[in-house]
């Protein structure tokens, strides 16, 4: 195996959900987030739609995000299944982090591709994304709350534009445990396999 190899290997391992209550005060600049957006751009795509969109989440307008998290989860919520909890969690997290990516795909017609292919393109580029901030030292990661079934207005989303997730950036030290992988014996079965 060459050194490129090894160290992509590297990364990919050590990428993890890390959330925004183990993030560390400090922005990111707009050079590394312009970096990290630009890793994004090239994750494939089929027909090359690039259906991605991100709106970044910032400053002030984070506080902007956690009142609309926040009062999401109010209107969402029955009165018996309220938790204060999940409340009082749901309008911290965009105040804990140093920046946010609403995470949105703008479709194509269903006659060019279908939906799912551009929606494993946005995944691929999120991948992207991820894997430059483990890189840097960014603590991330992507939730898909309720409330982004309701963002259209609050990104000023178009028509054909839809919201698939926040995912919260932060500096970070914070060691997440290794999670457990199955063994590729129980994911992988070969056809044709040459004999060693």
Known sequence: MNEKFELLTELI??????FPQ?????RISAEILEAILENARWAPNHKKTEPWRFVLIQNDALKDLSEFLSNRYKLNTSAENFDPVKFKKAGEKPLQSAAVLAICIQRSPATVIPEWEETAALACAVQNIWLSCTALGIGSYWSSPDAIHHMKEFLSLS???????LFFMGWSDYEAP???RKPLSEIVRRMGQAEV
């Open 22 to 26: 183990n993030y560390k005060p400090g």
């Open 159 to 165: 028509e054909n534009e839809f919201c698939l997730g």
């Open 178 to 180: 290794v999670p457990n």
């Open 13 to 18: 391992h050590s990428r993890r959900a890390i």
